[in-house]
């Protein structure tokens, strides 16, 4: 006998939706759990109405966002089981914008982490924030990623022809890149022809650094991926950047590319885990990386195979999706 599954989300046809939830519904499904997204309206009688609808489930999810009090009650009250997910640093925000470490974030993530039944956290690093609220059980659930949606095989760019390093984003993490401008800039100066290739939802201004730009869509997501010959993720070192959960590791992983990243959070993890790619932190680390990486086809190529397999056989919707299948089947029971 199958029981309903609700994930509750401001924003059900996003990222963290689509990789967390959405793609697992079969597996979840398997194992007696029916998805079913609910979206969550601003505010109002239809936000109300949304509480309830999803708190009539087995399992109700609140997917990342951070209700005030009377909301979060509201919700409380409606659910049978209350589970808490998040792949980012929510107490925290990003370093660019005002107030970074805001208590108000704190608090209601306190709550969302202790008042529920059960918290989910992206990565051990968000764990390490959820642990600190005293939640009755915790699981850690990476984001998987699908290997077979970027291709049955490794498909890295064929050898010969200027180098394409990679950036796969969107407006938000825009910025990062501005850190390793002046590595990407040197880099594309020693290569002739060299340009930096973005997938995104708007193009960067980047002085010096030839871009490519190519909007993103679900897609046509599989297609520019493979149109790189290596990914980069470089990151700050603050509380924010350190709850990422390193997806554009496995998405480049997936493809069958190398990466280059910041040691910061899970891309440590990610990278050292498996020969998957390079880590640097200073301008003169991440040159050298590029570099090393562009004009060695031979080593791209060994970075990339063992990525893909990597992604496939720690990282996968089937090696994560049954785990978290079997912990909600728990938490739908009342166990």
Not at 63 to 78: G, P, T, V
Not at 178 to 191: G, I, K, Q, S
């Amino acid at each position: 006998m199958s029981a309903r599954l609700a994930v509750l989300s401001a924003e059900p046809g996003g990222p963290s939706v689509r990789h967390r939830w959405t793609r697992l519904a079969p597996l979840l499904a398997e194992a007696g759990l029916d998805l079913e997204v609910v979206e969550l309206p601003k505010a109002g009688g239809a936000r109300r109405e949304a509480f309830a609808r999803a708190g009539s489930a087995a399992v109700t999810v609140l997917q990342r966002r951070l209700l005030r009090s009377a909301d979060f009650e509201r919700l409380r009250d409606a659910a049978r089981r209350l589970v808490y997910d998040f792949d980012d640093a929510m107490p925290f925000r990003e370093p660019w914008r005002e107030n970074p470490l805001s208590t108000m974030r704190g608090n209601r993530f306190l709550r969302s982490c202790s008042e529920s039944d059960a918290v989910l956290a992206g990565s051990e690093e968000l764990a390490a924030l959820a642990r600190g609220c005293g939640p009755r059980a915790l699981f850690v659930a990476p984001t998987p990623v699908d290997p077979k949606a970027y291709g049955p095989e490794p498909s890295p760019r064929p050898p010969g022809g200027p180098a394409r390093f990679g950036w796969i984003g969107s407006r938000s993490t825009r910025p990062y890149l501005d850190a390793v401008a002046p590595p990407l800039r040197a880099a594309c100066a020693a290569l002739p022809g060299a340009a930096l290739l973005v997938v995104a939802d708007e193009p960067p201004v980047l002085e010096g650094v030839p871009v490519e730009f190519v909007p993103w869509t679900e897609e046509g997501e599989a297609e520019a991926l493979r149109g790189m010959d290596l990914g980069i993720m470089p990151l700050l070192d603050d509380p924010w950047s350190r709850g990422k959960c390193g997806f554009k590791l496995l998405q480049y992983a997936a493809t069958g590319i190398p990466s280059v990243a910041s040691p910061v959070g899970p891309n440590r993890a990610i990278l050292e885990h498996g020969p998957a790619g390079l880590l640097a932190s200073t301008p003169a680390e991440w040159e050298e990386a590029l570099l090393r990486l562009a004009r060695d086809g031979d080593l791209r190529a060994r970075l990339g195979a063992a990525a893909r397999r990597h992604a496939v056989s720690r990282w996968s919707v089937e090696v994560l999706g049954p785990p978290l299948a079997r912990f909600l089947s728990l938490v739908a029971g009342g166990r």
